[in-house]
């Protein structure tokens, strides 16, 4: 199955730009790449998913590099309350693939 | 709060005792999940249910033990537990599991924080 990589945390400031890498160089033709958080003391959260344009909704925004070997998740301006742990999943069409398999994601902390 | 439910959200249980966590939602979706997370780690995916029916059993242990009445529920039963199984167990729904549903987004409950004595 195609792994992710990325870093184990981040800091950002608050009300400032937060760009979270995610390394996936063996993902294949027909994987989607997924985001997920986790806030303390909750479950995971779904934020976005795409496969090979950029996409945009409400919480985030994810830009995935032209080969598709790695992606980034754009939070455009960080509060608090975006800390959390961010899960960058890949999901494919067949098989284990197709379930969500969390790696150990990146730790991201907000400074006030 | 979400739309998955799990209850209770906490269970202190003994090694001999029978106890059930439960899940719900009413979302219409067909594909059920249950997950377990120990502390600092990532979840890891234990069944899957589709349509009602157990799709996927990641080599799970037989004192955990998973049911689907129907499709807005679903339980899990414990059994003989260790300590080691004290956890956050997850539970999470997505349309389905179908080709041109496969890659719909999952909605995960808060848990249910387990403690085995």
């Known amino acids: 199955d195609a792994k992710t990589t990325q870093p184990n945390s981040m800091e950002s400031n608050e009300e400032e730009p937060v760009h979270l890498p995610c390394n996936h160089s063996?993902?294949?033709?027909?994987?989607?790449i997924h985001w997920y958080r986790q806030l303390p003391s909750q479950g995971p959260e779904y934020v976005i998913h795409?496969?090979?344009s950029n996409v945009n909704n409400r919480m985030a925004s994810l830009a995935i590099a032209e080969d598709r070997k790695s992606s980034t998740l754009i939070l455009h301006r960080a509060t608090l309350r975006d800390a959390a742990v961010y899960y960058c999943?890949?999901?494919?069409?067949?098989?284990?693939?197709?379930?969500?398999?969390f790696g150990s994601g990146t730790q991201l902390t907000v400074l006030p | 709060d979400t739309e998955v439910t799990q209850t209770p959200k906490h269970l202190v249980m003994g090694m001999t005792n029978k106890k059930s966590l439960k899940c719900e939602q009413h979302?219409?979706?067909?594909?059920m999940y249950w997950y377990k997370q120990k502390a600092k780690k990532p979840p890891e995916l234990m069944f899957v249910?589709?349509?009602?029916?157990?799709?996927i059993n990641e080599s799970v242990p037989s004192r955990f033990s998973p049911e689907c009445p129907n499709s807005s529920l679903l339980n899990l039963h414990l059994h003989a537990l260790q300590p080691e199984d004290s956890a956050l167990y997850l539970c999470a729904s997505s349309h389905g599991l179908r080709q041109s549903s496969y890659n719909s987004p999952l909605h995960f409950g808060n848990g249910t924080r387990l403690t085995v004595t």
């Open positions: 999943i890949l999901r494919g069409l067949t098989g284990s693939a197709r379930q969500l398999t």
């Open positions: 979302m219409g979706h067909r594909a």
């Open positions: 063996t993902i294949s033709g027909t994987d989607y």
């Open positions: 249910y589709s349509y009602e029916k157990l799709s």
């Open positions: 795409g496969l090979t």
